[in-house]
């Protein structure tokens, strides 16, 4: 029987996702202190580093567009860290995962429903604390108007993308029985190529032009480019979300492929 696609199908889900949420308020209190500090190790020594430029230093950044760069991207990571990737990986090693297969429901988009309420948690409650945090310590550059609605549809895709990505991991569980060491490769090659660690613009030729074609892009680096206005008008602005629209769709259409592949073998494994 085919799923059904209607939204309000999976509104029990995001619902329920939230009140799982609620249980662990503590957790956006560590989640917070964890991402200022990382962010804090980041930003000053990037600081450091254009603090003798009394122009645009390496990469056209200026101190402050630097600073808003890897904030705002730290921002973003805490976004994207919607414990998709935990939970897939969990419900298959625990067998829970068989009781959803027997719903007339579609499991990745359950998941993409019931992670949206931690999505919005950590932008709300982790992130914006996080960049009026930083704005209070160090100057930060005040975007454009057209440039900040450019980066809210950018960070769209880009939510999209990270869901992906997180559930490709959790489902690397059908064919492993221990996906952290997955989980933590993917939160390594994420963070750098995304540019969370170092502004992609600062990248040597080759890795540049790597990091330039691979989806982790869309991530971080495609919503900051418009966010700080590091495009050429309005052709430049298209590349960046076209960038963001194929993997969104690409990694969608991967994501219900290898889902499709990832059932049968469990079932198969379930005689």
Known sequence: M???????????????????????????????VTAAAGAAVTVFLWRAVYAGSPGPGPGGFTQASI???????????????????DEVAAEVYRGDIAVMLVRPVSYPLVRFAACLPVIAANAFLVGVPLLVLFSVLVPLTAPAPADAALFLLSSAFS???????????????????????????????????????????????????????????????????????????????SAVLGHQLGWTVGLVLLCAVLWRGAVGRLEVLGG
């Not at 890897?70 to 990737?85: E, F, P």
């Not at 490709?168 to 997955?182: D, I, Q, R, S």
């Not at 869309?218 to 495009?231: I, N, S």
């Open 2 to 32: 085919r799923a059904p696609l209607r939204a309000g199908t999976y509104v029990p889900f995001a619902t329920s996702g939230l009140q799982s949420l609620l249980q662990y308020r503590s957790t956006f209190l560590i989640t917070g």
């Open 159 to 237: 939510a999209v993308i990270a869901f992906c990505v997180n559930l490709l991991t959790g489902m690397a569980g059908f064919v492993t029985t221990n996906t952290w060491g997955v989980r933590m490769v993917k939160q390594g090659i994420v963070a750098f190529f995304a540019g969370q660690m170092v502004p992609l613009a600062l990248l040597p030729g080759p890795l540049h032009a790597l990091a330039m074609m691979l989806p982790f892009r869309a991530m971080a680096d495609g919503p900051l480019t418009l966010l700080l206005g590091r495009y050429e008008g309005v052709g430049g602005a």
């Open 67 to 85: 600073t808003t760069y890897l904030v705002v991207a730290q921002v973003l990571a805490v976004v994207h860290a919607n414990r998709v990737d």
